[in-house]
């Protein structure tokens, strides 16, 4: 089953409507220019996103670790300009996922 995992900045205090947003430009901003294979059959067929709460320290480890891709708001609403509100993993296999990320919540 592939999947792509949403991690939302649970240090911040968002609503439900600025976390969905976020989650909308963390989906465009993680399309790939040059799709693989993976995203391709993802993109495809369910599309399916798993969403979880994270620590500002586990989404700066998905950067590090999983080449994800990051969501800074302007914060002209709810937010600090410049904050990190959701990190976007990779598509992947789930069984393929970084162990740590299922010590994390589901939103």
């Known amino acids: 089953m592939l999947v792509q995992y949403y991690l939302v900045n649970r240090d911040l205090k968002m609503s439900k409507g600025k976390i969905a947003a976020q989650c909308a430009h963390g989906a465009l ?13 993802w993109f495809h067929t369910d599309m399916t996103k798993i ?5 500002s320290e586990d989404l700066q480890r998905a950067i590090d670790e999983e080449n994800a891709t990051e969501v800074v708001d302007k914060g002209y609403t709810e937010v ?12 992947m296999e789930k069984e393929k996922a970084p162990s740590w990320t299922r010590k ?4």
Not at 51 to 55: D, F, G
Not at 80 to 91: A, C, D, G
């Open 80 to 91: 600090p300009p410049n904050s990190r509100t959701v990190v976007v993993l990779p598509v």
């Open 29 to 41: 901003l993680a399309q790939e220019p040059n799709p693989h294979e993976d995203y391709e059959m």
């Open 104 to 107: 994390l919540p589901l939103l």
């Open 51 to 55: 969403i979880l709460k994270a620590s």
